[in-house]
Antibody, heavy 117, light 107 residues
């Protein structure tokens, strides 16, 4: 069965960096677009970033553009999100999701990122 | 940027009754609208895509309708496990904007 497992979350100071990982299993990873989506505590969902199957098309929400970088390693069945210049408003649970034509059919369990001094 | 607006914010319905949730887009999405269900402490679960196509394993009591800018999620006879938060999401193009959610609670 499809499994997506995020890791790398934690507590970081404002201005700091963090790298999230998402390990995929149970399906052939390489053909699929993948997304990062976040959810602030007690709030709704926000799409963060998308990457195509080859990794040469990357899209970002305006709120993270220039600070976050999405990448993937198809040989390792893994998705990444490098987060730099972190702000308090980046505090959220970060989910990776497998996309099909823009909708998210499978989600990981999420990893919590807390940005606080 | 396209805005997604869900209504109502909270909906109180008795078990066994019908629930109707709305989602409005500020521009036409054609039929590229998805619905998700989220329970506390869990990741969202895909219910509907392309406005009206049920995802794999989703019970027939969940149905989606609409096109253009107006969309509806209907749950025909509410079961106890259906009380949750529901989100819509445009999936026609980036950014994949979500609505702010509708909390479906027991009346």
């Amino acid at each position: 069965q499809v499994q997506l497992v995020e890791s790398g979350g934690g507590l970081v100071k404002p201005g700091g960096s963090l790298r999230l990982s998402c390990a995929a299993s149970g399906f052939t990873f390489s053909p699929y677009y993948m997304n990062w989506i976040r959810q602030t505590p007690g709030k709704g969902l926000e799409w963060v970033s998308s990457i195509n199957s080859r990794g040469d098309i990357k899209k970002y929400a305006d709120s993270v553009k220039g600070r976050f970088t999405i990448s993937r390693d198809n040989a390792k069945n893994s998705l990444y999100l490098q987060m730099n210049s972190l702000r308090a408003e980046d505090t959220a649970v970060y989910y990776c999701a497998r996309e099909t034509y823009g909708y998210n059919e499978h989600w990981g369990q999420g990893t919590l990122v807390t940005v606080s001094s | 940027e396209i805005m997604m607006t869900q209504s109502p914010a909270t909906l109180s319905v008795s078990p066994g009754e019908r629930a109707t949730l709305s989602c409005r887009a500020s521009q036409s999405l054609n039929n590229k609208l998805a619905w998700y269900q989220q329970k506390p402490g869990q990741a969202p679960r895909l219910l509907i895509y392309d406005a009206s196509t049920r995802a794999t394993g989703i019970p027939a009591r969940f149905s989606g309708s609409g096109s253009g800018t107006e969309f509806t999620l209907t749950i025909s006879s509410l079961q106890s496990e259906d009380f949750a938060v529901y989100y819509c999401q445009r999936h026609n193009d980036w950014p994949y904007t979500f609505g702010q959610g509708t909390k479906l609670e027991i009346k």
